[in-house]
């Protein structure tokens, strides 16, 4: 019998709210890996913003289904960071 570890990326199913682990003072980082893009969700009040690499990281409203089907994506890796992370990229000091 073979074991095989688990992988350390997980997938978030559709329909699952893919900002559920993101804290207060946190933004949902996403990254592609066949691209290099990454990118930002954040909530403010009952909207989901994303802030795209390739648009300034200027906030642009995003409903969740489009959210959700975008973590789910294979080339896709997402995890929650620090708003700091999201504001030093947006002022473009990295």
Known sequence: MSIEPKS???TNPL???PLADVRD???LRCAESETGWQWFYARDG???LKFHEADGYQPEPTPARVVAATVALADVVSYAVSETYLDVYARGEV
């Open 8 to 10: 350390a990326t997980t």
């Open 15 to 17: 329909g699952a709210d």
């Open 25 to 27: 003072g946190q933004v």
């Open 46 to 48: 009952a909207q989901i």
